[in-house]
Each structure stands twice: as C-alpha cells, then as structure tokens.
C-alpha cells in the first residue's frame, strides 16, 4: 500500500505538533512562516549531494534509549521530501491548482550514529534516477559530531493526480528539467576538473530500483 503524502504547507517541521523549528533549505520556511534553527550544528553535506532540509531535535522525540526514536528519522525524512517538492516545483499552489502530489511508494532507512536532543541534523538528496512519474532519491543525514552520515533513506516516489479516481500522472516538462538539475549538481566536477567526491554508500539491503513497465 503506498503512503499518500500529506499537503504540508511548505516544508517545515514547525507544521507538526511537537516538532521543532526547521530551515528547509527551499522556500517553504519563508512561505509557511516557520521559525529559522540556527545554522550552527550540522555537518556540512557530501560532495554529491544537494542539502534540502534541516531541524532541531525536539526533546519528545527521544527515546528510552536517550537518543532518536526510529519513527521519527522517518518523519524527518518525510519533511525533506517535502522540502525537495518545493525546489522541483510540487509545491502547495502547484497541488491546489492540479490536484497532483507525490505517494511515496517504498522507503528503506538505515540508521548509522545515534542522534542526540542537542544535535541540528540536515539532511541532503541525490536524484538516482527518473522516469516520467517517479523519482528514486537517496536522502543523507549528517550532524556535527559525524563526519559521514547518521542516518540514510532511499526513496521511491510516484507522482500521483488526486481526482475522483486516484491514478499516476506524468510530471510536466519544469519538473523534470529541476530534478534533472538537482542531479546534474549531484555529479557535477569541481572548477579543478576532477572527479568528485564519491557520495556516501547507500548500506546494503534488497536494491530498490526503477523497473520498466
């Protein structure tokens, strides 16, 4: 069963009870009125990838264990999905006015370090590939304390018009020329001409990939 994605109004944790302030590193904090986390605290994200989202860790989320419960890597995944929408253009005037969104159809976590209350986390995308309705994206975790990341998500996502019958539906041509960016910036060399840094590893488990229809 697929998870239908919430119409967040922009791309912010401040939209979920309890949740802390965020800095989506696209608009949505502007547009939904969020409060701004310090920029302070967080790794900086790998070369190869593309940082969308950022967050404070808020004390609820803490577990038994004095560090992140796993549920909630999941919603700070899910609010960095909802952060990369509005860089591609899947925003909240573009869901009303169409009534197309994403489903996210499939989600592997991998969880590497422990996240503390004290730590800022910002999580970065790389695009592995696309076809004319879904998106298979890698999504990395990094805060100060760890070099590589604490916590990777792979992703597939479909995009989906929500109408009186539910069906996927093409993304249209400005969308798919901002993923082909996004993972254009993802492989790009530096102004040396060298290769880039290889992005982190996604950890082994059943390979999730784009099938032909």
């Known amino acids: 069963m697929s998870e239908a994605r919430a119409p967040v109004p922009g791309a912010s944790a401040a939209a979920t009870p309890g949740a802390p302030a965020a800095v989506p590193e696209a608009s949505a904090a502007a547009t939904s009125g969020a409060s701004v986390a310090p920029a302070h605290g967080a790794a900086p994200a790998s070369a190869g990838t593309s940082s969308v989202f950022r967050t404070t860790i808020a004390a609820e989320w803490i577990d038994y264990n004095a560090h992140l419960r796993d549920a909630y890597y999941s919603l700070i995944f899910s609010l960095a999905t909802d952060a990369l929408m509005d860089r591609i253009g899947l925003d909240e005037t573009y869901r009303k006015r169409t009534r197309n969104t994403l489903y996210t159809l499939e989600m592997h976590i991998h969880y590497l370090h422990e996240v503390k209350d004290t730590d800022v986390v910002d999580v970065s995308v790389r695009i592995l590939g696309t076809d004319r309705k879904r998106i298979h994206a890698a999504f990395d975790m990094y805060c100060a304390r ?68």
Do not use: W
């Open 146 to 213: 760890y070099p590589d990341p604490v916590s990777t998500a792979e992703m597939m996502l479909l995009h989906v018009h929500q109408g009186d019958e539910v069906k996927s539906e093409a993304f249209p041509p400005n969308v798919i020329d901002a993923l082909a960016k996004i993972a254009g910036e993802c492989n790009a060399r530096p102004s040396g001409g060298t290769a880039p840094e290889d992005p982190p590893a996604i950890p082994g488990s059943r390979r999730m990939e784009l099938r032909s229809r």
